[in-house]
């Protein structure tokens, strides 16, 4: 029973001659939960997405969107993550649940910028050649694998950005929204890329809110000491 569950063979409902599996439909449910309480600073977004990304991870790997699925293990980990920095740094009484959020200089902008482009195409030059080195487990190439390779690292960098609370993710958010949409459009799972069409509507709703709700560039090292147990 379980295991039909897990299955994209197992349907939950037709759409429009889209047949829409029960973990499509469970993952869309819970990642879109997730995305809308991030962008809310809401502590929450991390238990509700840790549970949407293992179910996003048996989705992509049965539609051979291998460095999707890896995306989905490193989710799982920075939600482990974020969730207890989160929930160290959460407000007081009056803004129950919420963070307060931070930014960075131009110079760490660029920086991450070169990081993404450079590990997303050392990542698309594995992923397009894993199916030769591990044909069991991968038994078909990757479609897209560069384009989908440097979707991940931005969503990388999105998404431990995120777990730091700095503004900068969500123009990584809005990037990789747009560039998913179409992707997964194409893949044949309009399901997922009407998700992905509402994330992208969401997050420049939370590029607002945490502009709105922004501190100052914290400061560097040299110009103040933290004490190491304080330090975000």
């Known amino acids: ?3 039909n569950f897990f299955s994209v063979t197992n349907i939950a409902f037709d759409v429009l001659g889209y047949q829409i599996s029960w973990l499509e439909l469970s993952g869309t449910i819970f990642n879109l939960a997730a995305v809308i309480l991030a962008a809310r600073r809401n502590i929450l977004t991390w238990p509700i997405g840790i549970i949407g990304v293992i179910l ?3 989705l992509f790997y049965q539609i051979n969107l291998y460095a999707d699925m890896a995306e989905q293990v490193y989710y799982f980990i920075t939600g482990v993550i974020g969730w207890y920095l989160w929930a160290a740094r ?3 009484k009056d ?3 919420k963070v307060t959020i931070t930014t960075m200089p131009l110079s760490h902008n660029l920086m991450w910028v070169g990081a993404i482009l450079v ?3 050392a ?6 050649n894993i199916h030769l080195w591990l044909p069991a487990q991968f038994p078909t190439p990757a479609d897209f694998p560069i384009l989908d390779s440097i979707t ?3 969503a990388f960098a999105a998404q431990y950005l995120m777990m730091r609370r700095k503004l900068e993710s969500w123009y990584l958010w809005i990037i990789l929204d747009v560039i998913a949409v179409g992707l997964y459009w194409h893949k044949h799972v309009p399901f ?3 998700l992905y069409a509402i994330f992208l509507i969401n997050a420049f709703y939370g590029w607002w809110d945490w502009k709105n709700h922004q501190n100052t560039p914290e400061p560097t090292a040299h110009k103040q000491k933290i004490p190491a147990e304080v330090r975000n």
């Open 1 to 3: 029973m379980l295991s």
């Open 56 to 58: 996003f991870g048996f």
């Open 90 to 92: 959460t407000n007081s």
């Open 95 to 97: 803004d129950h649940n």
């Open 119 to 121: 590990s997303g195409i």
């Open 123 to 128: 990542l698309g030059l594995v992923i397009a």
């Open 152 to 154: 991940t690292t931005t």
């Open 192 to 194: 997922v890329a009407i």
